[in-house]
């Protein structure tokens, strides 16, 4: 399935590949070189982790590209008073009588920790294109579903988002 991405995420994902080959590629290098110096390499911890860090930036730059050329580029402008991508939607959940709030994001940044939640999850699924007052039923699976009601959204912006890295 290809990546569902906005054009806030390419301009993330090309920082991150701008940062990872001019800052992180030098200094790895650099460390696989240092460990080389200290001699024997079948039994040189250092020398093996320094070449397992840069085959591990090497391998984040060749994903990042390749998502990239594969990705599909969605919009993420939500109709006013609509829910969508890079909306805070503070929900009701009936089952648990309790009040949260998320962002709706893309795949590529969902981060439920930080309570950005991606529209391809269950509850993103349910949530996206309804206006406040709405009730929506949440399908977790064909057996398990609840229900939420839409209190309020808000737009929100982009500053404390993060690429989540894999």
Known sequence: ????ITKTDIKKIKEEIDHRRTVV??????AVKEARAHGDLSENFEYHAAKRDKNQNES?????????????????????????????????IEDDDEEETYKLV?????NSVNRMISTESPLGKALIYHKPGDRVEVFVNE???YFVTIRSIERAGDEEDRIRKF
């Open 1 to 4: 399935m290809r990546e569902k």
């Open 25 to 30: 590629r030098s200094q790895c290098l650099e």
């Open 60 to 92: 984040r730059i060749r994903y990042l590209e390749n998502l990239l050329r594969h990705a599909v580029i969605v919009s993420d402008e939500a109709k006013e008073g609509e829910v969508g991508l890079n909306t805070k939607v503070t929900v009701y």
């Open 106 to 110: 893309t795949s590529i940044r969902g």
């Open 143 to 145: 057996k398990i579903s």
